[in-house]
């Protein structure tokens, strides 16, 4: 991996997501319940505090909990919520030294398809379906990782210029495209919930 990512917004954190396979995959991690572009500034924050210039999932893996949860919670925060965040990010690094000897990038370059490289990223701590697909979605529109049928494993989300995620933002246009298809997702669901008759009472 060595391109140039906009998801950011940050010149220093997209160059780290655009080179390193676990920063990227730690960026989708921490992508909920904040702003996209704080996501995924996340993985510099964090290896800058680390003082290196990369993560390193043996490092983190190993880290004392208190301690990296104390990291991730110095102003300004990582996340909204930083010491759960931090106990996701340990689990996955674990993880990855477990089954993948600490190389992020194994997860998909020993895939045999892209059904076969969605199970795997399924399989990681903290990403379900939805975040999968995400996730690989982003590794075949902008990190070149294109086994056979990846955009029919990534669903919805690897139709070209679909704007419904991170992997179609390239730029500030792109991200405001992706930002409105959130809110209109978000307003819908918030209409039909509304729409719901009330449950009459026994």
Do not use: N
Request: hydrophobic share 45%; charged share 25%; proline share 7%.
């Amino acid at each position: 991996m060595d391109v140039t990512l906009h998801i950011a917004q940050d010149p220093e954190a997209d160059e780290l997501l655009g080179r390193s396979p676990l920063a990227a995959l730690v960026g989708m991690l921490l992508d909920q319940q904040v702003p996209m572009e704080w996501a995924f500034k996340g993985p510099a924050t964090v290896a800058a505090r680390l003082g290196a210039d990369d993560l390193d999932a043996h490092v983190i893996a190993a880290y004392d909990p208190e301690a990296f949860a104390a990291l991730l919670s110095a102003k300004p925060a990582v996340h909204r919520y930083p010491g759960s965040m931090a106990q996701r990010i340990q689990q996955l690094c674990q993880y990855l030294v477990e089954h993948y000897d600490g190389d992020a990038s194994a997860v998909w370059t020993g895939a045999g398809d892209g059904p076969d490289l969605l199970r795997r990223l399924k399989d990681l701590p903290g990403f379900g379906t939805q975040k999968a697909q995400i996730f690989l979605a982003l590794l075949g529109k902008q990190l070149g990782v294109r086994p056979d049928g990846w955009r029919e494993a990534a669903g919805d989300y690897g139709a070209p210029q679909a704007y419904r995620s991170v992997a179609d933002i390239t730029g500030p246009d792109s991200l405001a495209k992706v930002r409105a298809h959130k809110q209109e997702i978000k307003a819908a669901a918030r209409a039909a919930k509304s729409a719901k008759p009330p449950k009459s009472a026994k």
